[in-house]
């Protein structure tokens, strides 16, 4: 089944413009004037994935949300859980969702998995709406036969990730504003005020101090090279994007944000959560462990902490326990893997992981409330010492030249 989009004409004149699914353009053809539209211009929808070769290319700017994901997730578990087949289900996905873009591409992993496809294989043709991390879980989730299960989890997953990243973005709101203010105030200042004093200060017959001598270079350079400023910051934003994620810059810098103050333990904190939650949730679904500890390990985002869980998952194969590997590691805190080897000496280990996710996800609540309460006294601070700079670099030659005077 494709997507056809059409523009047409109703019983009224009126011009409408929309979207038919239709396994062959001559049966979309007839739908279309069957509802009554006399129709202008038809033509099959295409994703612009890596693989698409023709049809009509997606609108610039479509998106397909973190909440469109999730609730697409959700609504695929319920319907493989009802013992629909995969295809069914998602011919009746292509019918529910309302994202347009995202409506094209189930379509089209429909077709993939009709002729043979695994999902997992369908799904990783789309990168940018399933990341590895969704094509993993899937994957193994369909070789150990609880696709389902996963799915759910999945479903959990984006929602979770969702309300973390709203935490985030209040957290970080005022601090960001507070750094956007304050850049602004001082390029007004050093591109349109200092100009105007310096030639003040070259009536003066006497070296001026260090500090003005800096203040007035910073000027003349942001009021020659403003162009120059942004795009540094332009290109090293797509520079620093780039070099993080690949697989040598997302190991040092996955290794510094685990050395960082106040967030080390936030980013410790939140895939400590994540990792627990997760294994709990698929041991007590009945997924194998060494399946769940493959799977866990791709929800991790820190490489380092990833090795760990690895490095566990081949102990546990050998026969020996979960939380050894992961304590001598040194990622994981010393409270969690004791937590975990009472658990697995007791049997209650899917117990015990639920235990330590629920008080782990209520810190990294209260941590991001402390970062927030740090950051802004930092601001302030830092805008302060910037203004007084400027400041004692203006007044003290101004009394000396009014001592000459």
Same mark, same amino acid.
């Given at each position: 089944m494709a997507i056809y989009a059409y523009k047409g004409l109703d019983k009224t004149g009126k011009e409408i413009k929309s979207s038919v699914n239709a396994e062959s353009l001559t049966t979309a053809k007839s739908k279309i004037r069957s509802s009554g539209v006399m129709l202008i211009e038809i033509s099959e929808q295409k994703s612009q994935n890596k693989n698409s070769s023709s049809g009509s @290319?997606?609108?610039f700017g479509q998106t397909v949300s973190i909440q469109?994901?999730?609730?697409?997730?959700?609504?695929?578990?319920t319907l493989i859980k009802a013992k629909i087949q995969i295809v069914e289900a998602f011919s009746a996905l292509v019918d529910q969702t309302d994202n347009q873009k995202l409506k094209i591409i189930l379509a089209e992993i429909k077709q993939?998995?009709?002729?043979?496809?695994?999902?997992? $294989?369908a799904l990783?043709?789309?990168?940018?709406?399933?990341? %590895?991390v969704y094509v993993n879980m899937v994957e193994a989730g369909?070789?150990?036969? =609880?696709?389902?299960?996963?799915?759910? $989890?999945?479903?959990?997953?984006?929602?979770?990730?969702?309300?973390?990243? %709203?935490?985030?973005?209040?957290?970080?709101?005022y601090p960001i504003i507070m750094i956007g203010v304050g850049s602004l105030m001082m390029g007004i200042i050093f591109i349109f005020v200092i100009p105007k004093i310096t030639k003040i200060f070259d009536t003066m017959k006497k070296e001026l101090p260090i500090q003005t001598q800096i203040c007035i270079w910073i000027s003349e350079f942001l009021k020659g090279y403003w162009w120059a400023v942004i795009l540094a910051v332009i290109f090293g934003s797509m520079f620093f994007k780039k070099y993080i994620t690949s697989k040598k810059g997302k190991f040092k810098w996955d290794k510094?944000?685990?050395?960082?103050?106040?967030?080390?333990?936030?980013?410790?904190?939140?895939?400590?959560?994540?990792?627990?939650? =997760?294994?709990?949730t698929l041991l007590n679904s009945g997924v194998p462990i060494m399946a769940a500890l493959k799977i866990v390990k791709n929800l991790i985002g820190n490489v380092h902490m990833q090795n760990a869980v690895e490095e566990a998952?081949?102990?546990?194969?050998?026969?020996?326990?979960?939380?050894?590997?992961l304590a001598r590691s040194g990622l994981f805190p010393t409270m969690v893997t004791h937590m975990m080897t009472l658990g697995e000496k007791a049997g209650e280990l899917? #117990?015990?992981?639920?235990?330590?996710?629920?008080?782990?996800? #209520?810190?990294?609540? @209260?941590?991001? %409330?402390?970062? =927030?309460?740090?950051?802004?006294?930092?601001?302030?601070?830092?805008?302060g010492i910037a203004v007084a700079f400027i400041i004692f670099s203006v007044v003290v030659p101004m009394m000396e030249l009014n001592s000459i005077n």
């Open positions: @290319g997606l609108s469109d994901l999730s609730l697409m997730t959700r609504q695929l578990a993939k998995v009709n002729e043979g496809s695994s999902l997992a $294989k990783s043709d789309y990168p940018k709406v399933f990341d %590895n369909e070789s150990s036969g =609880t696709l389902q299960v996963v799915l759910l $989890k999945l479903a959990d997953f984006t929602e979770a990730q969702v309300k973390l990243k %709203n935490k985030v973005k209040g957290a970080m709101t510094l944000l685990l050395k960082l103050p106040v967030i080390g333990e936030l980013v410790m904190m939140v895939n400590v959560s994540r990792f627990c939650s =997760t294994l709990a998952r081949v102990n546990v194969s050998e026969g020996a326990s979960l939380s050894a590997p899917e #117990d015990m992981l639920l235990i330590i996710s629920e008080n782990y996800e #209520d810190q990294v609540e @209260g941590k991001l %409330n402390g970062l =927030t309460s740090v950051l802004e006294p930092i601001m302030l601070v830092g805008m």
